[in-house]
């Protein structure tokens, strides 16, 4: 049975950024769109350095369906504050998918 659409970002910023202000910045713009039907965040605290590869933290945005994520990504809020995120990347790697539902949540 497919799902959602998923935005994962898994990403290492720059040792000068104030993460707690980008991801203050990202809650606003989830919030001000939307089709963003869920926003989550964390940072690595359990990995491996060698399996980490130096990514610390990791977002995730859920979307009804792909069409939702694609006017997500061309909304006005999303491209302005992509300049600011891209800005404060040392590296990252996105993954947009559908999901395939194997187990409900309870």
Same mark, same amino acid.
Request: charged share 30%.
């Given at each position: 049975?497919?799902?959602?659409?998923? $935005?994962?970002?898994?990403?290492?910023?720059?040792? $000068?950024?104030?993460?707690?202000?980008?991801? *203050?910045?990202?809650?606003?713009?989830?919030?001000?769109?939307?089709?963003?039907? !869920?926003?989550?965040?964390?940072?690595?605290?359990e990995s491996d350095e060698m399996l980490r590869q130096g990514f610390? $933290?990791?977002?995730?945005?859920?979307?009804?369906? *792909?069409?939702?994520?694609?006017?997500?990504?061309? =909304?006005?809020? =999303?491209?302005?504050? !992509?300049?600011?995120?891209?800005?404060?990347?040392? %590296?990252?790697?996105?993954?947009?998918?559908?999901?395939?539902?194997? %187990?409900?949540?309870?």
């Amino acid at each position: 049975m497919t799902g959602e659409f998923k $935005h994962l970002v898994i990403v290492k910023f720059k040792g $000068h950024v104030d993460v707690d202000e980008i991801i *203050k910045g990202m809650e606003k713009l989830v919030s001000e769109v939307d089709l963003v039907k !869920s926003f989550e965040w964390g940072k690595d605290v359990e990995s491996d350095e060698m399996l980490r590869q130096g990514f610390t $933290h990791a977002i995730l945005m859920t979307f009804n369906k *792909k069409e939702d994520y694609a006017a997500f990504a061309s =909304h006005p809020n =999303h491209v302005e504050f !992509s300049a600011t995120f891209s800005a404060a990347i040392e %590296k990252i790697v996105c993954l947009d998918f559908p999901t395939v539902l194997v %187990k409900a949540s309870k």
